[in-house]
Structures are given as C-alpha cells and as structure tokens.
C-alpha cells in the first residue's frame, strides 16, 4: 500500500504487517497504527530503505526485521519493550536510534555492525545481550539507566571509538558465560576512557553521612579511581579493571557503613554510661 510519502516526490509504503509483501525497492516506510509486532525479517534485505516512521504503541521488533537495511539513517522505538537478535544487524548507515521508557531487552546482535551509531541513550533496559552493540565502529557514548541489571559479553566488542559509559554501581552488572574465565564486555574499545556512574545519588548521600571524614576522603578517591586508571589499562582488560571497580567501591562502602553504625552505638553507650554517673553523683 502506498501513500504520498510528502517527502521529494517519493511514496511511502504502509506497512499492514501479516502477509504483506514489502517491495525490495521500499525507501519510505510508515507503519500502520495496527501494527505492534514487526515480525521476524519482514524488511530483510531491503538495501534502499532510508526512513521508518513508527507509533509508540510499536511493542517488539523479531529477529532479523531490519537486517541488511544499510540505507536507514534512523528509527524512533518509543514503545518498543523488545528488540530481538539480529533485528538491525549491519544498518550500516543509522546513525539514531531513540529508544523509549519501556524497553526491558536488547537481544543478541541487534545493532552489531551499525557502523555509523555515534551514542546511546537508555531510559530504561533490563538486558544489553552478547554483542548487542558489537562493532559499532563510530559509537563514542553510551549512557545506560539505574535500573540496568545484566550486562552481556561482549555487547560492545570493537567499538573502538567509545570514549564514555555511564553506568550504575551494581556489583553483578557484567555476566560471564560458564566457559569465561574474564570480562570481555569491552573487548577492543581502545579509547573507553571515561565512566560515569548514573543513579549515584544515594552512594553520595551516605558518603556524606559518614562519620570520619577520612572514610568520606577514601570513598571519594575510590570512585574517582577508575577515570585515573582506565586510559593506561590495555582493552582486553578494561571490563575487568571496571568490574573490579565496582566490587571494590561497593565493599568499602559497606564497610565504612558498619564501622559508622559500630561507632555510633559506642558513643550511645558512652553517653548512657555518663548520664548515669550523673544521676548516681546527684544522689
């Protein structure tokens, strides 16, 4: 089905989904508002597709749906929960993607090859699967939300321009198969240099809430450590100087949390202990 696409005397094709064939010339796409699933492959190949527009009640993009699209230059998945393996496999030209506040799962694959993908932003994502951004050879930014909870190996393998992550401080946020014996989430990212952390306001807050204004000193260094370190650290071991990052704040926080609470219940008892004498002296 075609319509008058409005844009330089091209016709945009309205995808039904079902059993529609889609041209293999197809260079503008609308999908129908009916459409919530766009299935496994349904534009597969489709080399001269340049522009998708979407709707927000969109919910899941299956397998392959847009492999081997190389000529799309971007995609709004507002409503998308969903992106299964391979779905932008070697969209060699996207170079946005705009994701919306229900995704849970970016499967296998799905952006590995996108050559021209420069940043990520995620509101929401559950799971960033194997290789999910692998050789995405100009990506230089991602920034993931506070309720990410599994990081894949190498989901972003050989993005060799990344520069900066930001990420939350979750001590088993990085997933080694049963095989692994190391990280590999950032295997060939020569230039990752920078990580920030997201959702960080209440490591802060109990920073802050710390007794010792040593601990507070240690705490800070220890989070700024990974930005000093990082750039000096090989790329085959920069997940690994990450994740032990991560473990190592999250340990000494704790720590400290005890060591507060152990000395407050001490002064306490101290000051129970002098109300005491005071009373008896009085008698």
């Not at 299964?84 to 799905?110: N, P, S, Y």
Request: some cysteine; overall charge negative.
């Amino acid at each position: 089905m075609m319509a008058d696409g409005g844009g330089g005397g091209d016709d945009a094709f309205i995808y039904t989904g079902g059993e529609q064939v889609v041209p293999n010339d197809v260079t503008h796409v609308i999908i129908d508002r009916s459409v919530n699933i766009i299935p496994a492959r349904a534009f597969y190949g489709r080399k001269q597709l340049v522009s998708v527009e979407t709707h927000d009640d969109l919910e899941r993009i299956e397998r392959h749906a847009f492999d081997g699209c190389h000529s799309l230059k971007g995609i709004k998945l507002i409503g998308v929960k969903v992106i299964e393996r391979m779905a932008f496999h070697i969209c060699t030209d996207l170079l946005d993607v705009e994701f919306g506040d229900k995704l849970d799962t970016i499967q296998e694959g799905a952006f590995d090859g996108c050559l021209s993908l420069k940043s990520i932003v995620m509101t929401s994502i559950r799971a960033i699967e194997s290789k999910a951004f692998s050789d995405c050879l100009q990506l230089t930014d991602v920034e993931l939300p506070k309720g990410v909870e599994r990081i894949e190996q190498f989901a972003f393998y050989y993005c060799p321009s990344l520069r900066r992550i930001a990420i939350p401080l979750k001590a088993d946020l990085f997933q080694l198969g049963s095989m692994d014996h190391r990280f590999t989430i950032f295997d060939a990212c020569d230039d990752l240099t920078t990580v920030d952390l997201v959702g960080d306001e209440w490591i802060h807050k109990t920073i802050s809430s710390l007794l010792l204004e040593r601990w507070r000193n240690v705490m800070n260094q220890k989070i700024d450590y990974i930005n000093q370190t990082l750039p000096n650290t090989i790329p085959s071991e920069k997940a690994d100087e990450i994740q032990y990052w991560i473990r190592s704040v999250i340990d000494k926080l704790e720590h400290y949390k005890v060591e507060h609470n152990r000395l407050l219940k001490e002064d306490m008892t101290q000051l129970e202990l002098a109300l005491w004498k005071a009373k008896l002296d009085e008698k």
